[in-house]
Structures are given as C-alpha cells and as structure tokens.
C-alpha cells in the first residue's frame, strides 16, 4: 500500500449546510472552500489505485465558527475529514472480496469515503452516508473521479435510521464512544437486511467490547477477522478487528 500526495486542491463552489437525515446528496463539480484547503492523495490498495480530495488540514476545522456552534448544539466533531488508519485495511478487504453480483451497501459515517470507493471498485452498489453533508459530497465527488458515476450519497443521522434496507452496511472507527453504540446498534436492526451482514473495523479501542456486548443482547451472531494493519505513519505493527454481525 502507498501514498502519494499533492497540495493545492482549489475550489469555488459553497455546499449546503443540511443535515437533515435522509436527504440525497449529488456529487459537486467542485467543492467549496474550507479552512485549510484541500489536498490529493492516491491510495495504492491490493495494486488498485484510488485518488481522493481530502482536507489538507482537518485540525482547520476545529477553529470555525460554524463548527464550534455545531458542537455547542450537538456535539458534533469534524471527524470526516480524516484519512483514518483503519479504513486502510478495511478498503483492502472489501475490495478485495468475492461479493454476489448486485450487492446494495451503505457505507455509515462514509468521512472521505475510502471503504466505500473499495467496494465501488468490487462491484458494489455503494450509498454513502454521513451526518455531514459535505463529508457525503466529498464521498461522491472522490467516486466521480474515479470513474464510479453511478455511487448514491445521503444524509444519516443514526438517531432517525430509514425504513430502506442494504444486504451489507460498512462501517470504520465508529464505536469508539458508547453512546453511539445504541443509535448504530438501531440503526442495523432497521436498515440491515434479514440475511445482510454489516461489517464494522475497529483499532481495538477499550469501547469495542461494550458494543459487541450490546450487539449480543440484540441477537446479533458476530464473527472476527484480524486484519494485518498496512503501513501509515506513526502507527505501529499490528492487527486490525474486522466485526461481521448477522442476525
């Protein structure tokens, strides 16, 4: 796996502020300026090549007006905007899956949408979602320059899941504060197919085992699969948990 990266991504157009859950999002010609600017990286996985637009300073957003109001109403936290670790591993095996042709997946808290540009590149029927609208926005613009036009974006708030459903629901680094363990948790019993799988990958954070214990009192079945962790920088050697739960 490598990276490679170049600065000075511009843009010019604003993107809407809505959070409301459910609401599509399309893919923008451009994306609207942000504290920071923007940067792109090419992501070399299992030797398929994935360019993304992320921010070039994620830490920018932390000192926004509109951020730190969002936090005060909500508690909202610009996590998005950051390549994560585990996604790393997580795109990798998801991409390189053997997955039943016509496959519907929603990727939950999407952030720049690595995992699920992976499964786009498998053969998957991708929805990305995030509470963000500009986090989906950006999923989608990242799948339109890779070629993948027909990606599906919308907002999710995992308090008000909706009544569609998904064979498989992906997921990286999300339960990592137990109170979004119920809202997830409600979120699968309502959008997960009877005979889906979600998969969830996990660092092996201390919060890991009150999710899954919470899963088995929902009757979820679970499964792990270690992961070797692909090399980034300051992360040491180690394992990635892969979580399969099914009814």
Not at 67 to 74: S, W
Not at 97 to 111: K, M, N, V
Not at 140 to 150: M, T
Not at 157 to 182: F, K, M, V
Request: proline share 6%.
């Amino acid at each position: 796996m490598t990276i490679e990266t170049s600065d000075n991504v511009t843009s010019d157009n604003a993107s809407s502020d809505s959070t409301t859950t459910g609401n599509s999002c399309v893919a923008p010609r451009e994306l609207p300026d942000i504290p920071g600017g923007w940067t792109s990286r090419t992501v070399d996985l299992a030797g398929r090549a994935i360019r993304l637009t992320i921010p070039a300073a994620p830490d920018a957003f932390l000192d926004d007006p509109e951020v730190i109001a969002a936090h005060n109403r909500d508690g909202y936290m610009p996590y998005w905007g950051y390549l994560w670790p585990t996604s790393l591993e997580m795109a990798a095996a998801v991409l390189q899956h053997d997955w039943p042709s016509g496959t519907a997946a929603l990727e939950i808290g999407a952030g720049i949408g690595l995992t699920g540009l992976a499964g786009l590149a498998a053969g998957l029927h991708v929805t990305f979602s995030d509470y963000d609208r500009l986090s989906v926005e950006v999923a989608l613009y990242n799948a339109r320059q890779n070629g993948w036009e027909q990606a599906r974006g919308i907002v999710l708030d995992w308090r008000q899941p909706l009544s569609e459903t998904y064979s498989l629901i992906i997921g990286c680094d999300l339960i990592y504060e137990a109170q979004n363990h119920a809202p997830i948790l409600n979120l699968l019993q309502q959008m997960l197919a009877a005979d889906g799988e979600c998969w969830l990958a996990d660092p092996g954070r201390h919060q890991a085992d009150k999710f899954l214990a919470a899963s088995d009192q929902q009757g979820f079945r679970r499964e792990l699969r270690e992961l070797q962790r692909l090399p980034y920088p300051s992360r040491p050697e180690g394992v990635t948990n892969l979580w399969i739960l099914r009814r």
